[in-house]
């Protein structure tokens, strides 16, 4: 007997289904390559109060470097966080003995500011 499959769209999925789905993914590649060095990277800037000025979301995985986010409040663009915000999380991935990095934007996302940075593993 043939097994029916039904392909749902949806466009606000359970964060659970996502996740379950990451995890999936995650054992497969581990599994393959037997590396096991995951790790979450985040840094955040915060003012006095807490609030959040800047921060940037990665992760490291097999000598790799991925930038998932970076954001800079929009009133203190301009003054080099960005900037430092790469400068750091470069230097915990290489820390982590990481030796590449992947990011990826969208052409409206400061491309400008991608282009002129100077990454630290060449």
């Not at 009133?75 to 230097?91: I, T």
Request: contains cysteine; charged residues 25%.
């Amino acid at each position: 007997m043939e097994q029916q499959f039904q392909f749902d769209i949806e466009v606000n999925p359970d964060p659970q289904d996502i996740e379950s789905l990451r995890d999936h993914v995650d054992t497969f590649n581990v599994e393959e390559t037997k590396i096991y060095d995951y790790g979450d990277l985040a840094i955040f800037l915060r003012d006095s109060m807490r609030q959040l000025i800047a921060g940037i979301r990665a992760y490291t995985w097999g000598g790799c470097l991925d930038i998932r986010s970076l954001w800079v409040r929009e009133d203190f663009r301009g003054e080099g966080l960005g900037s430092k915000l790469m400068r750091a999380v470069e230097q915990e991935a290489i820390r982590r003995g990481c030796h590449i990095a992947t990011l990826e934007t969208h052409s409206f996302q400061a491309p400008g500011f991608y282009e002129g940075q100077v990454p630290v593993f060449l």
